[in-house]
């Protein structure tokens, strides 16, 4: 047991960790400190983290994706959208449908997507490579696909517009 009016306090976050020991206002000073400089490191860390806000994202593809006996259903129109997008709507149904607890896993094998995109295994591998090299999707350590958070940001600013137009505007391709 310490001296009397001494407390110690330990803070753990993260990686960052320290130990203060000695009178209640020192700790307390010490303690206020020791915030105060990592609340903007806290607060830069918030806005650099990259991270889906999965109501939105539920509401944003809503029309466009479903589930059924455990399998992602893309709604979209096939023939008007293209394979890119096609393959990006069903690895964010997976990515829902896993969060949800409707899909056992986030990602989607090649087969499963080449059965969705409903083309060839090599048009299949081929946009599944594309979307690689632009870091919307990730090769799982399976073997399967899933969407990067980077792709998921990406494919909602640049193409979903694209796919389900605002009220009151055409739809480009």
């Known amino acids: 047991m310490g001296e009397e009016g001494h407390i110690t306090v330990h803070i753990k976050y993260g990686e960052h960790e320290q130990t203060f020991t000695g009178p209640v206002e020192e700790v307390w000073r010490a303690v206020n400190k020791f915030f105060s400089d990592l609340l903007p490191v806290f607060r830069l860390m918030r806005h650099a983290t990259l991270t889906v806000d999965l109501v939105e994202l539920m509401k944003e593809l809503q029309g466009l994706i479903s589930f059924s ?51 060839t295994s090599k048009i299949t591998s081929t946009r599944l490579s594309e979307l690689k090299r632009q870091g919307w999707v990730e090769r799982t350590e399976d073997g399967e696909y899933r969407a990067t958070p980077l792709g998921i940001l990406r494919f909602r600013e640049k193409r979903l517009p694209m796919i389900t137009p605002r009220p009151g505007k055409k739809a480009r391709r």
Request: hydrophobic share 40%; net charge positive.
């Open 69 to 119: 006996k455990g399998r992602v259903i893309v709604l979209a129109d096939r023939r008007r959208t293209p394979d890119r997008d096609v393959i990006m709507l069903a690895l964010l149904g997976a990515y829902i449908g896993y969060r949800l607890g409707s899909l056992p896993k986030d990602s989607l094998s090649s087969a499963e997507i080449r059965q969705i995109l409903e083309k």
